[in-house]
């Protein structure tokens, strides 16, 4: 064989496309394993997980309507057991510090629970924006001095 001729057929060798079913069995098999562990692990986390999740949110909904409608004694209630059920649910804590607020007129034993709810959590401006406007007017010096609002 001459050299032209062997160039030539080690070219066309290194050129030949891998055929469409060439793979090896049990790369097929370990693929159709893969896309099933994929898609039953999918289902399995919709059935279990999804109703958990519509349910807290159905429930973070309804406390957020009596909140809106300042019915605070459900609203709180409902905001008290996500509380509970989960310490760091920060939209709770933070609602059931403006209920307490809003309740605190004439009690200050209410604005000092409200404050209790807010301690140790991070605020932005616009968010303690929002929670003074539930804090009475007779409150707002020490609500804005623990928070370093002017």
């Not at 370990?30 to 986390?45: D, K, Q, Y």
């Not at 616009?126 to 001095?145: A, G, M, Q």
Request: charged letters at 20%.
């Amino acid at each position: 064989m001459t050299p032209e001729q062997n160039q030539q057929d080690n070219s066309q060798a290194e050129l030949q496309p891998l055929s469409k079913h060439s793979y090896p069995l049990w790369i097929k098999c370990f693929g159709l394993f893969s896309l099933l562990i994929w898609i039953s692990s999918t289902a399995l986390f919709m059935s279990n997980q999804f109703p958990i999740h519509h349910a807290l949110n159905m429930r973070i909904a309804k406390a957020q309507q009596y909140f809106n409608d300042k019915d605070y004694a459900q609203a709180g209630n409902i905001y008290q057991n996500l509380v509970n059920t989960y310490p760091q649910f920060k939209q709770g804590k933070t609602r059931l510090a403006q209920i307490f607020f809003a309740l605190s007129d004439n009690n200050e034993d209410f604005f000092f629970a409200g404050m209790h709810y807010l301690k140790g959590q991070q605020y932005s401006q616009t968010e303690l924006d929002e929670i003074d406007r539930f804090v009475p007017e007779n409150y707002k010096e020490t609500f804005k001095s623990s928070f370093g609002k002017a």
